[in-house]
């Protein structure tokens, strides 16, 4: 018997996933990204709830600054985004697949309860209304 297709973020989402803090040197944050295959990645405190956003946007631009000038990477917390478009577990994939074309970010935190629980990437949304239509 096929299994049966997702239907919630909480049976798509990245349970593991990479996670930065406000301390995070950008040089560090970037380094992760790529061994993570991420644009982007969210800000935790020290009790992981989510406090903000970084994304390879946000730390071009003072990436390439602080190489020019040949200062040390600003940290996470200088460049981060603290206003940051996140998801619960239960909420349905269709309706992320809905606001994912307004809104544009490629990752999503999902949190329960303030705290970050994993995130869901536009591909993992993709990848499950097709295994959607396929069932």
Same mark, same amino acid.
């Given at each position: 018997?096929?299994?049966?297709?997702?239907?919630?973020?909480?049976?798509?989402?990245? &349970?593991?996933?990479? *996670?930065?803090?406000?301390?995070?040197?950008?040089?560090?944050?970037?380094? =992760?990204?790529?061994?993570? *295959?991420?644009?982007?990645?969210? +800000?935790? $405190?020290?009790? $992981?709830?989510?406090? =903000?956003?970084?994304?390879?946007?946000?730390?071009?631009?003072?990436?390439?600054?602080?190489?020019?000038?040949?200062?040390?990477?600003?940290?996470?917390?200088?460049?981060?985004? $603290?206003? +940051?478009?996140?998801?619960?577990?239960?909420?349905?994939?269709?309706?992320?697949?809905?606001?994912?074309?307004?809104?544009?970010?490629?990752?999503?935190?999902?949190?329960?309860?303030? &705290?970050?629980?994993?995130? +869901?990437?536009?591909?993992?949304?993709?990848?499950?209304?097709?295994?959607?239509?396929?069932?």
């Amino acid at each position: 018997m096929p299994s049966k297709a997702p239907t919630t973020v909480r049976e798509i989402m990245s &349970r593991d996933c990479y *996670r930065v803090s406000g301390k995070t040197s950008v040089t560090t944050l970037v380094e =992760g990204l790529g061994l993570h *295959r991420l644009p982007g990645a969210p +800000v935790v $405190d020290e009790h $992981d709830r989510l406090i =903000g956003f970084i994304s390879e946007q946000d730390v071009l631009g003072k990436l390439l600054e602080s190489a020019y000038l040949d200062d040390e990477p600003p940290l996470v917390r200088e460049l981060m985004r $603290d206003e +940051v478009l996140s998801v619960t577990p239960n909420k349905s994939i269709t309706d992320l697949a809905q606001e994912m074309m307004e809104a544009k970010p490629k990752v999503y935190p999902v949190t329960e309860q303030g &705290r970050l629980v994993g995130i +869901v990437t536009r591909r993992d949304v993709l990848s499950a209304l097709l295994r959607m239509r396929h069932s």
